[in-house]
């Protein structure tokens, strides 16, 4: 049975930093892409930001040069490092692991963001 266990979410202020963990455990074989997406009240789930198992990283528009999406494979862990956060930042975000295995795809439960004006 795989677990991801998400932490960090929480309140901050405009202009603030939060740092998502979400650490995945179970019998997981070749984790390829390690995923953050996020979802807003009323909106659709959107791609936050992706690692691939080299380490290459892709960014939604509105995120680029604000967040960071690290990984340590060893851990099996996933990271998003979020800085100068914005109300429009306000979310359940959710990691995603992609492996090489059925069922391919396991998500996390979420974890809250909200950003105060």
């Known amino acids: 049975q795989v677990q991801l266990v998400e932490s960090g979410g929480g309140l901050v202020q405009a202009g603030g930093s939060l740092r998502l963990s979400c650490a995945a455990s179970g019998r997981l074989f070749s984790v390829n892409a390690m995923d953050w997406y996020r979802q807003a009240p009323g909106k659709q789930r959107e791609l936050v930001a992706i690692?691939?198992?080299?380490?290459?990283?892709n960014y939604a528009d509105s995120v680029k040069g604000r967040f960071t999406i690290s990984r340590d494979n060893a851990k099996n862990t996933v990271y998003l490092q979020m800085n100068s956060l914005k109300p429009e930042d306000t979310a359940v975000y959710y990691c995603k692991l992609e492996v090489a295995t059925f069922p391919y795809v396991y998500w996390g439960q979420g974890t809250q963001v909200t950003v105060s004006s």
């Open positions: 690692i691939t198992r080299s380490g290459s990283t």
